[in-house]
């Protein structure tokens, strides 16, 4: 790691701080490092740097290598940092807002990971719920392993596990509207 010009990092994170606690309402400069967001965290183990690291990687001004980690991409955004974290930290928004404005600069660390994202909320704003069987052959397209899983399909056709044809719920243009002001509130069309 190359050498930190404290002053100038305490100086970014603080402007950094007011920026995530106003786009994300997460204040992280009220993390006092309990480490319980990273001892609830069900993919911790599978991350490049834990949620508690994400958090004190930014109160310490160190946002380039927050945006650049793995692990904003691993956190399936499942909220169980956010409910155990006793100072209201909101991690799992953080995380979020990091993964989005990651894409926003073209930085993907986990393609797979954003092309399952991409199509699960594609297939989600289309039906109001989820076709699984349409998101496993466009993340099979998009990925470029067409055969990836293809033995597992015929079985669960015929156990019912996989429905041919999507289903779809019944007030889908407010699920339309949904995804309209998500957009409107700064997410990007897929």
């Known amino acids: 790691m190359e050498d930190i010009n404290l002053t100038t990092s305490l100086t970014k994170a603080k402007a950094l701080r007011k ?11 009220r993390c006092y490092q309990c480490g319980k967001c990273t001892a609830g965290c069900p993919l911790a183990w599978a991350m490049d740097h834990s949620p508690r690291e994400i958090i004190n990687l930014l109160r310490s001004g160190l946002y380039e290598e927050a ?23 909101y991690p799992s928004r953080v995380m979020e807002g990091l993964r989005m404005e990651a894409k926003r600069q073209g930085i993907i660390g986990e393609k797979p990971l954003d092309v399952f994202h991409t199509a699960f909320l ?62 409107e509130l700064g997410g990007k069309q897929q």
């Open 67 to 89: 945006v650049n980690s793995k692990s904003i991409w691993i956190c399936s955004t499942c909220d169980t940092c956010s409910t155990r974290c006793p100072r209201e930290v």
């Open 122 to 183: 594609q297939i989600v704003e289309r039906y109001g719920r989820i076709h699984e069987l349409e998101l496993m052959l466009r993340y099979n397209l998009f990925t470029g392993k067409l055969l990836k899983d293809a033995l597992y399909a015929p079985v669960m056709l015929s156990k019912g596990k996989l429905a041919i044809l999507p289903h779809r719920i019944t007030a889908r243009d407010e699920m339309k509207q949904i995804f309209a002001r998500c957009r």
């Open 19 to 29: 920026t995530i606690k106003r786009e994300h309402g997460a204040d992280i400069g």
